[in-house]
């Protein structure tokens, strides 16, 4: 061989020995984010349909013009793209709407964690008088009165009548049918090479390792759903405010860990919509969040990204979002 | 005198070995556990994360526990307990206290 092109060849090797291709790199954290092979026990089609209505139906409110909906709307990811939810007389609530995606495996529910389930979580927005601001008597009388609602009620729940337990059912049973669909990034998992760029791959590569936003991000979901005080600066207590969680400083300003599909269809982010774009929330982990106080949890801490670095997880958060596939439903009158 | 507590101490720690149970990958092994009243109950952090061991039934918080943390505690009244970690509320451990 021609010792030039030998040493060329040596080279080439020692780099690659140096260097291995960002595919494979990537492809050593894919498994755990591997989806489900099986979905959720599926609920009975007629109570997913009643679910459906009810999570569409503005009746739900004492205004008559707030629903579900409103707050976790599907063209919206599921959330309302609002720093701050909007509840009953236009009032801005403290905390963002949270999306419903892929609830059915999640919780505990709401940015506190203050409902264990999907049921209890369903009734908690109806009947706060800040949100839908509707007496559990009065939903369930303004429903009796719909005749669609009472066959509907009957079908699923015979003998019972509209009830409390009926309606919190219903509507989970929906949530829990919320799922977002196959993104690119799944695609990739399931051995599309070509489904990710490289610099998504390079992202991908960063969420795991330098930036560690795997440690609570994780799993197909992208959220062990655990509570950390990440650093906003704000007064909101969060978890924290819990009589349950009384001094347990780790939960002092606490919030849920939201998921990260869709993210880039979400913005604004944190519970309280003060990072507004992809970008502004890596810089609020880059610096080790915004706050200085004893409850800030150990595992966020200065990352010193670099500026390549930023944007590829940027790129890489970008390839969580799939397209919506909501059916909205004929309410009845 | 000194010489009979301390035999007392030794017999009582021979008898009553520490329970340990880990939490890695974000859930407590074993998940459920049997111990006699008074038996110390050592929760090792073998995970990745922080974690922050308490219980509301046995009044007790252990604080955070960075990775390679030990801690230890004692149940001494006969019951069942339900263990937590606040951060990640999905780990659970069932604590069943019996009588020594």
Redesign the interface.
């Known amino acids: 061989m021609n010792p030039r092109v030998s040493f060329l060849c040596c080279c080439v090797s020692i780099a690659a020995a140096a260097a291995p291709p960002v595919e494979s790199q990537a492809r050593e954290f894919a498994a755990q984010y591997q989806r489900p092979a099986k979905g959720l026990a599926p609920d009975a089609p007629e109570r997913v349909a009643l679910g459906r209505q009810l999570f569409f139906d503005p009746r739900l409110s004492a205004s008559g013009i707030v629903s579900c909906a409103t707050c976790h709307n599907p063209a919206l990811s599921w959330g309302d793209g609002l720093p701050r939810a909007v509840g009953h007389s236009m009032k801005t609530l403290g905390r963002r709407s949270p999306t419903v995606l892929n609830a059915g495996w999640g919780g505990p529910f709401m940015w506190d964690g203050r409902f264990e389930t999907l049921e209890e979580q369903a009734m908690g927005p109806i009947t706060s008088p800040a949100e839908m601001n509707m007496a559990a008597g009065d939903v369930l009388a303004r429903l009796s009165a719909v005749e669609g609602y009472r066959q509907a009620f009957e079908k699923n729940f015979p003998g019972e009548g509209v009830t409390a337990k009926g309606l919190a059912s219903a509507i989970a049973a929906f949530e829990r049918t919320i799922v977002s669909p196959p993104a690119p990034f799944d695609r990739w998992v399931q051995g599309d090479a070509a489904a990710l760029s490289d610099a998504a791959k390079r992202g991908f590569v960063v969420f795991n390792t330098k930036a560690a936003c795997s440690k609570c991000h994780s799993g197909w979901r992208f959220t062990d759903d655990s509570f950390h005080d990440i650093g906003v600066k704000d007064a909101d207590r969060g978890r924290g405010a819990l009589k349950d969680f009384e001094g347990i400083e780790a939960l002092d300003h606490a919030f849920k860990t939201p998921t990260l599909r869709d993210a880039d269809r979400r913005a604004p982010f944190l519970h309280d919509g003060s990072e507004a774009t992809l970008e502004a929330i890596v810089d609020f982990y880059d610096v080790g969040g915004r706050a200085r106080r004893p409850s800030v949890s150990s595992d966020v801490q200065k990352l010193s990204l670099t500026a390549q670095e930023k944007k590829d997880l940027v790129a890489f958060l970008k390839t969580l979002s799939s397209p919506a596939d909501a059916v909205v439903p004929a309410l009845p009158r | 005198m000194k010489t009979f507590v301390l035999a007392g101490l030794l017999a009582s720690t021979l008898a009553f070995a520490d329970e340990v149970v880990t939490q890695k990958d ?1 859930a407590f092994a074993p998940g459920d556990i049997t111990v006699k009243a008074g038996q110390r109950v050592t929760f090792v952090n073998d995970d ?3 974690h ?1 061991v ?1 219980s ?1 039934d046995a009044k007790f ?1 252990l ?2 526990q ?1 990775p390679g943390d030990k801690q230890s505690v004692s149940f001494d009244a006969p019951g069942t307990y339900e263990v937590r970690c ?5 780990m659970t451990l069932k604590v069943k206290v019996v009588a020594p």
């Open positions: 974000k990745t994360v922080a922050n308490f509301k918080n604080k955070i960075p606040a951060i990640h509320p999905k």
